[in-house]
């Protein structure tokens, strides 16, 4: 396989998106978390590349991706990548990964587009608890949230080492493209509409959370849940809730391992994936509910 592209630009409902695509093999779909851009998962992309077809994406009004027109709800961000796939040509169900934010999303797909999905593996996924570091929420409180988002060298290098349980992974680097990403004019309102959406003070608002999870729950897509045991923005003891509201999922903790395992844990990551997806059944599609419904329960 010849060496791994850096991104590049595709238009979506008539806006820039960054993303990557390398490889061949069955697709392959890469969700980062709130604030964040494809570059959680430059490790992932460069290990699966050699036998599946990998897209990353910056979601929109993150990273290298214009905003959005619509308001930043979750069905709206599933709706996203869906119109992403369409303008990639990507027709075949797709494994999708998702960190945090881009769990939750993931799964949002999953029931409104299950046609879409061969299976679903959530990383350390908003969804399953209501618990959430006090840094988003205190986001919900106006106008606190916009001074407590100005970016600052300081601010940048609090979130990066937030994410990691070995502190080595918070590099010079990471910090200085966490900054330039900040000072995008779009940065602050974008984040904080989507966490707005999301939760309030008391943390990760639980109606849409019961919803999702009681309509994932139906379907028979294969599932793998996986968390960091030193997860400082969403706690680790979101995965026996998640064991109990997804029974047949499959499920991992990583030790010593913060909120981006696919980062700090980077080969053990791929190898849980490559095998998750090797043993899982290949589960028949379910067709596609009609526009503005959910699937049915089956």
Known sequence: MSA?????HVTVDGRRVRHRVDGD????????G?????????????LLADRYRVYSLDLPGYGGSLPMAEPYTLPALARFVGRYLDAVGVEAPAHLVGNSLGGAIAMRLAVAEPARVASLALVNSAGFGREVTMMLRLLALRPLGRLLLRPSRAAARRTERALFHD???ATAERVAYALEVAHQPYAARVLLETAHNLGTFRGVSPQWREELLTELARLDVPTLVVWGDR??????AHLAAARTRLPHARTHLFTNCGHMPQIECAEEFSRLLVDFWTAAPAAE??????????????
Do not use: C, K
């Open 285 to 298: 599609p379910a067709p596609s509910p009609p526009p503005g419904r959910t699937a049915a329960p089956r």
């Open 4 to 8: 791994p592209a850096g991104p590049r």
């Open 34 to 46: 709130i604030g964040r851009s494809l570059r959680d998962f430059t490790e992932q992309h460069e």
């Open 167 to 169: 502190a080595a992974f």
């Open 231 to 236: 997860d400082l923005i969403l706690p680790a």
């Open 25 to 32: 093999g069955p697709p392959v779909v890469l969700l980062h």
